[in-house]
């Protein structure tokens, strides 16, 4: 389907050079009213009610519509659930696995991004933003910097990361559903500033992926999972790389090995805290530690132990899979061929397919990549490849990470969080000099 084929928004062009939807009003078919929440199931089917309230939200947003009142009320239901966890005086913090064990959880994230909604919502942008400035120190010199960074520029490529990046850190990625702010702010931005924007996650696409916990309305963003190994066009189509047959079978063995770790009582957490199991295309993750660090080290280590021993069980001369280990996740990737012999695909191989399949015209820039962590510079490599007409805005108080961004990219701007960055891009949007751009069907502004 092409975007011409898409189906299409009525508008009315007023006097003023506005454009203004008519598209149908956006109600969601659920409510969320208090329940308790005693297990992971119990969190995790709570947060995708939330996404089913949100997306309609955004929607209507861009649509210039109304909000529904029962959905703010819906949303701050779902934050009252979720605090009676941390208030009950008889077990504080605790989420059952099962009948037999449970594990101390940290929701503050959950938590800290349905206030925001519900303030953003309820208050408007302004005051909204004047709340999140008092959350952070200097917050007004890195949004003013960093207006001053972007100078009303459009860029033909905005390649980002996820978690980390544009998204505060959650401690389970199931329940890490964007915030109504946080879609409307990139959204913005992504369609009225960039020609040819793209999520580049580690995270699956989908089943469960970064689809499943994003509430952008359609046809805006590129979703790359698997670091690029498989991503979904602005039409709607899934692209998925080449992966030797063979290899693919040592994956699904390894899959299966891996997978029957949680029957042992004592591993059985790791596939609940953090980012889980995730099965992801031709890569496989699991999580050994949390963003709170709420598994004793200890344990942590012995995971790390087993896996790895799974893994060159499998893989004795290390020519099939390499083993990449954050602290928080072990990932576990199929090689691809190098330069040098074998590699770990990264995500700059991932923009490199992408480009392949879509063309988005790497030669030409500006460009602008986002990220957070050593993973995320080879997507900022792969783009200097091409043109040095590119900028980085890194989202870390590291100071060797933030030094090694700067010395391959002199254009970089260093923030300390993730809603700094928002903030830079929502407020970019509405002042950068107006571009026809790749705006999205029922983008308002």
Request: hydrophobic content about 35%.
């Amino acid at each position: 389907m092409s975007n011409h084929d898409r189906p299409a928004t009525v508008f009315l062009e007023k006097e003023q050079g506005f454009i203004l939807p008519t598209k149908e009003y956006s109600i969601p078919d659920i409510d969320i009213s208090l329940q308790p929440i005693r297990s992971f199931k119990d969190l995790f089917r709570l947060k995708a009610l939330t996404r089913k309230i949100r997306s309609p939200i955004v929607r209507n947003i861009f649509s210039a519509r109304v909000i529904n009142m029962r959905s703010i009320e819906s949303l701050k239901n779902a934050r009252r659930s979720l605090e009676d966890v941390y208030y009950r005086d008889y077990e504080t913090n605790i989420i059952h696995i099962d009948d037999l064990h449970s594990i101390n959880v940290d929701l503050s994230y959950e938590i800290r991004e349905l206030k925001k909604d519900t303030y953003y919502l309820e208050h408007g942008e302004d005051y909204f933003i004047d709340y999140i400035s008092k959350l952070y120190n200097k917050f007004d010199q890195h949004v003013m910097k960093g207006l001053g960074f972007l100078d009303n520029l459009h860029f033909n490529c905005f390649i980002t990361d996820r978690d980390g990046t544009t998204n505060n850190y959650c401690g389970h990625y199931r329940s890490s559903i964007q915030p109504v702010y946080n879609a409307v702010f990139l959204s913005r931005f992504a369609s009225l500033c960039t020609e040819h924007p793209i999520f580049i996650t580690s995270a699956p696409l989908k089943n469960f992926g970064i689809i499943d916990v994003s509430v952008n309305p359609d046809n805006v963003f590129i979703y790359a999972g698997s670091k690029g190994r498989e991503f979904l066009d602005l039409d709607l189509r899934e692209h998925r790389s080449f992966i030797d047959p063979l290899k693919q079978e040592r994956l699904e063995e390894l899959t299966l090995r891996v997978s029957e770790l949680e029957k042992k009582p004592e591993l059985e957490k790791f596939f609940y805290v953090g980012s889980g199991l995730q099965l992801k295309f031709g890569q496989l993750t699991i999580a050994r530690q949390d963003v709170t660090n709420s598994i004793p080290e200890e344990e942590s280590v012995a995971l790390l132990s087993n896996v790895t021993s799974i893994v060159h069980e499998l893989d004795p001369d290390g020519t099939v899979f390499r083993i990449l280990d954050t602290g928080k996740d072990i990932e576990i990737i199929l090689t691809v061929d190098g330069e040098n012999g074998t590699k770990d695909f990264d995500k700059g191989d991932g923009l490199k397919f992408i480009d392949s399949r879509v063309n988005l015209h790497l030669e030409k820039g500006p460009h602008l990549v986002c990220g957070d962590t050593e993973s995320d510079i080879p997507m900022l490599e792969a783009v200097l490849e091409y043109t040095d007409d590119v900028y980085a805005i890194f989202v870390t108080r590291d100071v060797a990470l933030a030094k090694k961004v700067e010395s391959l990219c002199p254009s970089t701007l260093i923030v300390p969080s993730p809603d700094i960055l928002l903030t830079i891009l929502g407020i970019a949007a509405l002042t950068t000099k107006r571009k026809k751009g790749s705006k999205a069907p029922g983008i308002f502004l």
